[in-house]
């Protein structure tokens, strides 16, 4: 429980947390300079250092300035030695040496929180991260589950180790664990786009829409916008689809310089009657904003792939073609740029080389769901070499399975 004996203290603690939620420039520079002012005011106030300086690390993240990780770096020194009841000045640390590309430190510095207090939310999710991102995914497995057991009945520890089942192909683990999360909490916008994301990797179109929808009842937002907008395009509703993809593009939501807003919209209209000619003058828009990114990012999959996508719809085969010769140099086992490259040789009418990307796609992970929702592809996946191939590698995959657990 925190205490100070100054209101304009505690005024502006309140206020600098406040600000601190949010994600906009000027309340992360709010925040930070609140934050500041309270622990001058009161400088026995402990709990203002913690929050200061992990405003302080945020202001890293927005400015780069190695200045900020100092400043942050300093509070969580003076919380070990004037507060050392605070526990997240170990998480504090931890964070600082993250910026500076020190997990392993890192790790330590949250192993130290969790021991003091094993229901420390912060310390787990980030240690858990710092294993997983490591491989080491039993360890991290075990630091998400312990922080559900720590604190059964919050919802953040479930949607953690949720989200961590989902990355991992666990699917019953993932959806058992986020509809725990959504149980305890129904309103958390969060839950239920994780939730939804469980469905979407199972080409469940429906309860992907009704919880993307959901959540953005509760907090609109560009990703829940585009999200309801990308279930309705999987379930061809197109019309509908595009009415999502172009609110999205409303100033309150997504950023409208970005050329995934336009290819977005554009996908959706070109299925709608009447639609196709706006829909290719929106691909060509879509092109030219990524093509502006492509100098300073050459080797971005996600940027080539939707470059790709960009001219193929927009009946450019040179360029299309121009690109596809670029990714076969960077693609490696990136799923979803196989995927790309396939789709694009299946428009550009190479039904061939379509069939050998999109069995490579699917062989390295892309879901099957996915790529029959492709409204481009509908014959594709109809051919009997592509379902040959679909039988071939599902086949494959429940014989590793036996294998492993035999």
């Known amino acids: ?53 992990f405003a302080d690390v945020r202001k890293f993240d927005a400015s780069h300035d190695n200045a900020w990780l100092s400043r942050a770096e300093v509070r969580g020194r003076t919380l070990l030695a004037r507060f050392p009841e605070i526990d997240d000045a170990f998480v504090l640390l ?102 939804g994301a469980v469905y979407y990797r199972q080409g469940d179109w429906t309860k992907f829409r009704e919880l993307s929808l959901e959540s953005f009842r509760i907090r609109p937002n560009c990703l829940s916008c585009d999200n309801v907008a990308t279930a309705l395009f999987f379930e ?85 073609m121009a690109l596809i010769a670029r990714a076969d140099s960077i693609v490696g086992d990136d799923e979803h740029l196989m995927y790309r490259i396939g789709s694009a040789y299946e428009k550009l009418g190479r039904r061939e080389q379509a069939l050998h990307q999109l069995g490579d796609a699917f062989r390295h992970g892309m879901p099957l769901p996915e790529i029959a929702a492709d409204p481009s592809l509908r014959d594709l996946v109809n051919d009997p070499i592509f379902k040959e191939m679909v039988r071939s590698q599902e086949a494959a995959d429940g014989a590793k399975t036996a294998t492993v657990n035999r």
């Open 94 to 195: 931890g964070d600082v040496m993250l910026k500076r590309s020190q997990p392993d430190s890192a790790a330590s510095m949250f192993r130290l929180a969790l021991a003091r207090d094993p229901s420390n939310v912060g310390a787990a999710q980030r240690l858990g991260r710092i294993l997983a991102e490591s491989e080491r995914l039993d360890e991290a497995e075990g630091v998400y589950a312990g922080l559900t057991k720590a604190k059964p009945d919050y919802w953040v520890p479930h949607r953690t180790l949720g989200v961590f089942y989902n990355n991992q192909d666990r699917v019953d683990d993932a959806t058992r664990e986020l509809q725990r999360a959504v149980a305890l909490a129904p309103h958390d916008a969060l839950s239920l786009t994780n939730l």
């Open 236 to 320: 061809r509703k197109y019309a509908e689809s595009a009415k999502y993809f172009e609110l999205a593009l409303s100033p309150e939501y997504c950023d409208s310089t970005d050329h995934l807003a336009w290819g977005n919209l554009a996908s959706a209209l070109y299925w709608v009657d009447g639609q196709r000619d706006r829909a290719i003058a929106l691909y060509r828009k879509a092109a030219r904003l990524a093509d502006a990114r492509l100098a300073d990012k050459p080797d971005d999959h996600q940027l080539v792939g939707n470059l790709i996508d960009y001219y193929a719809m927009s009946g450019d085969s040179t360029q299309a």
């Open 1 to 53: 429980m925190w205490h100070t004996n100054s209101a304009d203290a505690a005024n502006l603690y309140l206020a600098g947390i406040g600000a601190s939620s949010k994600d906009d420039d000027a309340s992360i520079d709010y925040a930070a300079t609140a934050l500041d002012s309270c622990c001058v005011l009161d400088a026995n106030f402990g709990p203002a250092y913690s929050a200061a300086g």
